[in-house]
Each structure stands twice: as C-alpha cells, then as structure tokens.
C-alpha cells in the first residue's frame, strides 16, 4: 500500500457510542494532521503530531481523544459526540524537514452523528 | 486566527470557457500552496508558491502570487468536465510556521 489510507470510510454513531478512526501512511513522513471539513467552511486543524509528539490542539473538545503510536499511524477516539460533530475527517501527512511540504491527505473518514 | 478569504465560492461555466478563482489574506503568506478536491477524495497539492510575483503554470492552469504576498489567483483556460472540484487555497504564515490555514474553498462546475 502506498499514500494515505483510513478506515473506515463511513462511521455512522449514535451520541453514546465510542468509536475510533484510523489512519495509515506509507510515505515516511514525521508528521500526522487531523482535521475537520465541514461544508462551506474552511478545514478545520485539529491536531497535529510531529515525531510522534502532539505539537497542536486546536481546542478541539476532549469527546475527540488523538493517538499517535508511532509515526506511521494515527487515531482519533471519539466518544459521546454531538450531532454538529458530523463531518469528513481527513488524516494528512507531510515531511516536517521542508518547509513548504506537501501535505498528502487521505481519502476522509465521514462521520455521521445520531 | 489568520483568516483567508476565497472567491468565489461556487462557480458554475461551460466546457471551453475561462475562469478565476481568488484567495486573499490581511496577513503575509510565506508561501501558499493550492489543493483540488474531488467527491470521495483528499485534497491533492497543485502548485505551492513562494516567492512575490511569482507565476507558475500547470498545463491550462496558471496560479499567481501577489507582489506583497497577500493573495493569490488560480486561471483556468478552456476548463474542462475534468476541471470539476473544490478548488482550496492554504496559506502559510510568516509567524506560524508549519500551519497551514485553509479557505473555505471555491466549488468549481464545468459542465460540457
């Protein structure tokens, strides 16, 4: 496998639930992004991991729990969330050692909340 | 936050014809990179711009940076059915180095 890949593409949760998404790269980057795309609003960061380190919290609400194992994998647990959490999640990756680098994104987690 | 502003948000054109697609900010980029996205897919990079003034092309596509390095501009001559996406701008700050701030994008039609 190549790129970015997460799992699974479709998340349907009612609000009591805990669920996880799961994201994968094959691309030996050292830095892993979630982020939030709602429609007509701009993407939302919400975290960011540098070295297997969180570098970045966007303030995101604490019903969104990242992890970074190591640094070709990344969740994000997600537990009793709201209906206005629906949205695409989308995993990127980049190489932290360039300064204008490419972030490569995955194809979206979309989540929708009962 | 530093904000970016797109415009338009939906654009909606004949196969054949030219459009123009903006992104600006009060603040100065130190670079600025444009993404397409597709339905069911990721945000894929275009062009990444860096130096003032500065236009790059991508086959039908021209992207320019402003001289002062606070807007940029996407041309598309003779689009395409295949030129259909969410066109977004993401800029990176001269003081927030590493984070890319996104707009809200421009939904592009082309319709044949």
């Keep these: 496998e190549t790129g970015v890949t997460q799992t699974p593409r479709h998340l349907v949760m009612g609000m009591t639930n805990k669920k996880?998404?799961?994201?994968e790269q094959h691309l030996g980057h050292n830095a892993?992004?979630?982020?939030?795309?709602?429609a007509k609003k701009p993407l939302?960061?919400?975290f960011v991991y540098s070295l297997e380190e969180r570098v970045e919290n966007n303030s995101v609400p604490s019903r969104f729990s990242p992890e970074c194992p190591n640094s070709s994998h990344l969740f994000l647990h997600l537990h009793t969330l709201q209906p206005e959490d629906s949205a695409l999640y989308l995993c990127a990756s980049r190489s932290d050692r360039q300064n204008t680098g490419e972030l490569f994104f995955g194809e979206g987690s979309r989540l929708t909340v009962l | 936050t530093q904000l970016l502003e797109q415009s338009p948000q939906f654009l909606s054109i004949q196969e054949g014809e030219n459009l123009t697609v903006y992104c600006n900010s009060s603040s100065v980029f130190s670079s600025l990179q444009?993404?397409?996205q597709e339905p069911g897919e990721g945000p894929v990079l275009l062009v990444t711009v860096v130096t003032g003034g500065e236009v790059k092309k991508l086959k039908r596509l021209t992207f320019q940076f402003g001289d002062a390095r606070k807007d940029s501009s996407l041309h598309i001559t003779a689009a395409q059915p295949g030129d259909t996406g969410l066109y977004l701008c993401a800029g990176e700050?001269?003081?927030s180095w590493g984070k890319l701030q996104f707009g809200a994008g421009t939904q592009v039609v082309v319709t044949p």
């Design chain 1, 20 to 23: 996880s998404l799961k994201c």
């Design chain 1, 32 to 38: 892993m992004y979630w982020y939030k795309q709602s």
């Design chain 1, 44 to 46: 939302e960061l919400m």
């Design chain 2, 34 to 36: 444009w993404y397409r």
């Design chain 2, 93 to 95: 700050f001269v003081d």
